[in-house]
């Protein structure tokens, strides 16, 4: 059984009359394109109304005129007539919009329905296909919150707004990372942008991922999603709970301190449960999840809790479709290439966690390169930006605290740099380097 594709005639009939007479540009402005006709003849109408506006101004005068000189229209002035009949006056617009603008997404959906039906019956892959269909559906529901990419001009004003606001010192133009000298080198984290954050075993990876996500969602109350490859979701929050109550948890489940300093520290953390509790973090623990079934999860947790930043730990973790007997090099640029696309796709930042080569321990007197990221170049060519934590000089440690240094080695829109941090091991988290003068030192005394 075939079914026709859904059309309101009437509604183009309005659109077309009232840009005749003046609204053109109006309807260029609410992104109104060719597609948004199902009948040949309005089609034909807006192409030829187009082609007014390369002259000029569109008015009621002015198409006709046109008419008069083209092969097409001149012997059909009287339907242009019964077009702007329909319109009485330009600022009906308004009015016949939204019909039109209905009709063309039912259209749409009717298009995918009949290809995925098509596609189901002749598919060897069903993930492929279900990944596929889904990122289709998710680009579907889209349209109808804003219609982004078929505007140049939002487009340029969203540049616009931004240079306005670095014009008046606000230099992080995308989601903050909460640790300054990282700001101030990548502007924050971008919409659409991957990144990848590099290191050996032990360097403070997910622990740095993890303070991000708790600047963003306790701080900013920003929706961030997490998939852990590696960690129970209880590991993690043990690990978040004592990076935000200031508690040496392991020190604490050794009872170390005396029992009246623990009851403080009790407290302490439950007071941070009940705000890590309420902070929009949803941790997916998945040691199994292929780069398919990541990108599903992901729509779904921007759809249904408005989640702006992933953040994968880690890459290399994430599983392919092994029926394709590709290389592991292969698979891992399958999968980096599948994280830009999901950035790109859901428009938020999505951050990868990745391991390095044991190539770079070797040599500790030189800076982590791009080449030393383990598996594969395509992780250096998918990301906008490569960081790599290291520690220059392990003798600049206190009191399980460590200078470690961040180097950002590439930065599609910024400079490469590098600056100190330090790795607080034993409370879980990362802190500016200038809250820790006595690590620096440490490390000029041992340099």
Not at 103 to 130: G, P
Not at 194 to 199: N, R
Not at 335 to 343: C, E, N, Q
Not at 390 to 413: D, M, P, T, W
């Amino acid at each position: 059984m075939t079914s026709k594709a859904p059309c309101d005639l009437q509604a183009e009939k309005g659109i077309l009359g009232c840009c005749a007479m003046g609204a053109y540009n109006d309807a260029v402005a609410d992104g109104v394109t060719e597609e948004w006709f199902c009948d040949p003849t309005s089609k034909t109408a807006w192409r030829f109304i187009q082609e007014v506006a390369k002259d000029g101004e569109v008015n009621e005068e002015r198409v006709l005129l046109a008419a008069t000189r083209d092969p097409y229209w001149n012997t059909r002035a009287s339907e242009l007539d019964r077009l702007i009949d329909c319109a009485p006056t330009k600022y009906n617009y308004s009015y016949w919009l939204e019909p039109c603008r209905q009709k063309m997404r039912q259209r749409r959906y009717h298009s995918y329905a009949k290809e995925l039906l098509q596609s189901a019956s002749e598919t060897s892959d069903i993930d492929a296909l279900a990944d596929q269909a889904e990122s289709e559906l998710f680009e579907l529901r889209k349209f109808a919150e804003s219609d982004k990419g078929n505007n140049r001009l939002e487009s340029f004003q969203r540049n616009m707004d931004m240079l306005e606001a670095a014009h008046r010192g606000q230099t992080v133009t995308g989601l903050p990372t909460g640790f300054q000298d990282f700001d101030s080198l990548i502007g924050g984290l971008r919409n659409g942008a991957f990144y990848t954050l590099a290191a050996r075993p032990g360097m403070g990876k997910s622990t740095l991922a993890m303070n991000i996500a708790e600047q963003l969602a306790v701080i900013k109350k920003i929706p961030v999603g997490f998939f852990s490859l590696e960690m129970s979701e209880d590991e993690l929050n043990l690990r978040m709970l004592g990076s935000h109550s200031g508690v040496n948890t392991q020190r604490f489940v050794n009872r170390r301190d005396p029992e009246e300093k623990r009851l403080g520290q009790m407290e302490n953390m439950a007071q941070s449960v009940a705000k890590l509790n309420a902070a929009p973090i949803y941790i997916r623990p998945r040691t199994d999840i292929d780069i398919n079934q990541l990108r599903a999860e992901a729509r779904r947790l921007v759809s249904a809790n408005g989640v702006q930043l992933i953040i994968v730990d880690y890459l290399q973790l994430v599983g392919v479709d092994r029926r394709r007997n590709g290389t592991r090099a292969e698979e891992v640029g399958e999968i980096s290439r599948g994280l830009k696309k999901m950035a790109l796709e859901l428009d938020i930042p999505v951050i990868a966690l990745a391991q390095l080569n044991r190539s770079i321990e070797s040599d500790n007197n030189r800076l982590p390169r791009l080449s030393d990221l383990r598996e594969s170049g395509s992780i250096e060519a998918d990301s906008d930006v490569v960081a790599f934590i290291y520690c220059k000089n392990q003798k600049a440690a206190k009191e399980g605290r460590l200078l470690n240094q961040i180097y950002v080695g590439k930065n599609r829109s910024g400079p490469q740099g590098k600056f100190n941090i330090c790795f607080d091991r034993h409370h879980s988290r990362f802190e500016d380097w200038r809250e820790h003068k006595d690590l620096v030192e440490l490390a000029k005394q041992s340099g």
